[in-house]
């Protein structure tokens, strides 16, 4: 593979990065969809069969987020962007799958929640979202036009459409490296983010424990704690090495 010049990143970060803050992921033997049925709290009918359950369930993640703090892997993606356009003249684009405030917390700035986050709330009614630090319930009247009833935690449900798509393929599009971070790859769209940044000739690679579901399709992977592999990654790329002898 020729060392080709790099410009703008694109990073696509999941569970996986959180973790060793202590929030669970959502896929093993102590993972969240092992304790909940996703047909209970991450779907459109069980907001509609039972809104307390679904509100209860959110307000407690929200409240568990208060000590939480970054790890190392959300500092390395903070350092990356602040520091990558000075050494490339490119950019850094952040999406994540998580719904945590980990990399807000970090220093990142626009950070693309793809699939919602909790410290966000929306109107079903006027499409209004704001900033909700507190409780959600579902007879709180909406902020934007006054009705009740169509307050919700901004979680993007299964079966629906997540957030900035648009956006975050105008990103990938123009993209020349692609790292996924802490994501098991089994969640369209953002398992095919991979194939879309190939396509579009960027080295892509993923960091996680281990070979996520679609491993095969990025050039190389970091196995081990995102906390170790992936500060030494990004040192080594503002350093000035190529990409190609980083793998
Ligand atoms: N370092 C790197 N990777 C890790 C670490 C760690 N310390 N700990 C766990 N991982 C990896 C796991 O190996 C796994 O591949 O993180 C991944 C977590 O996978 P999931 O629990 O499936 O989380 P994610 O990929 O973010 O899920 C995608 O599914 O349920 C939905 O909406 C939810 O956003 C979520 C989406």
Redesign the pocket.
């Known amino acids: 593979m020729t060392d080709k010049i790099l410009k703008n990143i694109v990073i696509l970060t ?4 959180s ?2 803050s202590g929030i669970p ?4 033997e102590s ?1 969240l ?1 092992e304790h909940e049925r ?1 047909e209970d709290v ?1 779907v459109p009918e069980a907001l509609q069969r039972n809104p307390q359950k679904v509100h209860a369930f959110y307000n407690k993640m929200r409240r568990s987020l208060a000590d939480k703090k970054p790890n190392d ?1 959300h500092l390395a993606v903070a350092k990356l962007q602040h520091e990558w356009p000075h050494v490339s003249g490119g950019s850094v684009t952040l999406v994540t ?3 945590d405030d980990l990399h807000e917390k970090a220093g990142s700035v626009e950070v693309i929640h793809m ?1 919602g986050a909790l410290l966000s709330a929306r109107c079903e009614f006027c499409g209004a979202s704001w900033c909700q630090n507190k409780d959600t319930s579902p007879g709180q009247p909406c902020p934007k036009c006054g009705k009740i009833g169509g307050v919700r935690p901004d979680i ?1 449900f299964f079966e629906e459409m997540p957030h900035d798509m648009e956006l975050i393929e105008r990103a990938l599009a123009k993209c020349d490296l692609f790292l996924a ?7 369209y769209p ?1 398992a095919g983010f991979c194939r879309f940044a190939k396509n579009v000739g960027a080295t892509c690679l993923e ?4 070979k ?1 579901a679609v491993a095969s399709d990025f050039d190389s992977g970091f196995y ?4 170790e592999t992936l500060p030494k990654f990004v040192d080594a790329l503002l350093s000035g090495n190529k990409v190609t002898s980083l793998f």
Do not use: P
């Open positions: 999941g569970a996986g990065i973790a060793e992921v959502f896929r093993s993972g969809w996703i991450c892997a799958q998580n719904i699939h993007v971070v802490g994501t098991s790859g089994v969640v953002a960091f996680n424990l281990d996520s081990g704690k995102a906390s």
